[in-house]
């Protein structure tokens, strides 16, 4: 079974939107927002990777950008756990402290803006973001807006810059890993090169004509990368 965590500004139906060969099992990140407000990235990937362990004896990891990021304090935290794990659109890690510092900078601007703006102009301009513009907005967006407090806690508590570089976890995995980005996405294609020389077993997929949104741009393509991924984790 594959145990999927969706992106930010995303929903657990999201995953509905890519035809994976294996049943799939989305959680509401929103929901342990508000059921665990401030969580840490660490502890969400503890807590999260036991919930898994109580349902699956061999389950799969599937993690879209922040999802992915999530994700991989899962793997950290349980490596013995998964029979492999599929990265999708992530960030593995900001190397100095000085760019985690910033970044935690700007995600409290993001979190003020979630909670204080038009939610219209507010998905607007993340939608306008280089790494997303003109790309495919997900549909479920508008419907966040009830979520605005659990949303803006995740880019506190989630920021990329409470995030440690996680090169070191995938090197250490035994578990087969495949890291995909879109052809298009070219920051997120540097830091794939980046994760396969420090990880050389990591298998890293460039998925042609796509973006950083790859459920949406090919959902067809990422089911079929994710079958052929599930074919040699046995």
Same mark, same amino acid.
Not at 27 to 41: N, T, Y
Not at 72 to 80: G, H, I, K, N, V
């Given at each position: 079974? /594959?145990? *999927?965590?969706?992106?930010?500004?995303? !929903?657990?139906?999201?995953?509905?939107?890519?035809?994976?060969?294996?049943?799939?099992?989305?959680?509401?990140?929103?929901?342990?927002?508000?059921?665990? $407000?401030?969580?840490?990235?660490?502890?969400?990937?503890?807590?999260?990777?036991? +919930?898994?362990?109580?349902? +699956? !004896?061999?389950?799969?990891? &599937?993690? #879209?950008? &922040?999802?992915?990021?999530?994700?991989?304090?899962?793997? *950290?935290?349980?490596?013995?756990?998964?029979?492999?794990?599929?990265?999708? %659109?992530?960030?593995?890690?900001?190397?100095?402290?000085?760019?985690?510092?910033? @970044?935690?900078?700007?995600?409290?601007?993001? *979190?003020?803006?979630?909670?204080?703006? %038009?939610? +219209?102009?507010?998905?607007? +301009?993340?939608?306008?973001? $280089?790494?997303?513009?003109?790309?495919?907005?997900? *549909? %479920?967006?508008?419907?966040?807006?009830?979520?605005?407090? =659990?949303?803006?806690?995740?880019?506190? %508590?989630?920021?990329?810059?409470?995030?440690? $570089?996680?090169?070191?976890? &995938?090197? @250490?995995?035994?578990?087969? /890993?495949?890291?995909?980005?879109?052809?298009?996405? =070219? $920051? #997120?294609? =540097?830091?794939?090169?980046?994760?396969?020389? =420090?990880?050389?077993?990591?298998?890293?997929?460039?998925?042609?004509?796509?973006?950083?949104?790859?459920?949406?741009?090919?959902?067809?393509?990422l089911a079929e990368i994710a079958a052929e991924a599930l074919g040699q984790m046995g």
């Amino acid at each position: 079974m /594959i145990h *999927a965590l969706h992106g930010n500004l995303g !929903a657990a139906s999201d995953c509905a939107a890519v035809p994976f060969s294996d049943p799939v099992v989305t959680p509401d990140l929103w929901a342990w927002q508000e059921r665990f $407000p401030a969580l840490s990235l660490e502890a969400f990937g503890l807590r999260w990777a036991d +919930d898994v362990a109580a349902l +699956d !004896a061999a389950p799969v990891l &599937l993690g #879209y950008s &922040l999802g992915g990021r999530l994700g991989l304090q899962a793997l *950290a935290a349980r490596p013995s756990l998964w029979r492999g794990a599929i990265f999708v %659109s992530t960030h593995p890690g900001l190397v100095s402290a000085e760019e985690r510092e910033a @970044r935690r900078a700007h995600d409290a601007v993001w *979190a003020r803006r979630a909670r204080e703006e %038009s939610w +219209d102009a507010f998905l607007a +301009d993340w939608n306008a973001q $280089p790494v997303l513009a003109h790309q495919a907005v997900p *549909a %479920s967006q508008p419907a966040l807006e009830p979520r605005r407090e =659990a949303i803006a806690g995740g880019f506190e %508590s989630w920021s990329l810059g409470c995030q440690l $570089p996680m090169e070191g976890v &995938l090197a @250490r995995s035994a578990c087969p /890993i495949w890291w995909v980005v879109g052809e298009r996405d =070219a $920051p #997120y294609r =540097a830091l794939a090169r980046r994760v396969a020389g =420090a990880a050389p077993a990591v298998r890293v997929v460039v998925v042609p004509g796509a973006g950083h949104r790859l459920l949406w741009e090919r959902p067809e393509a990422l089911a079929e990368i994710a079958a052929e991924a599930l074919g040699q984790m046995g």
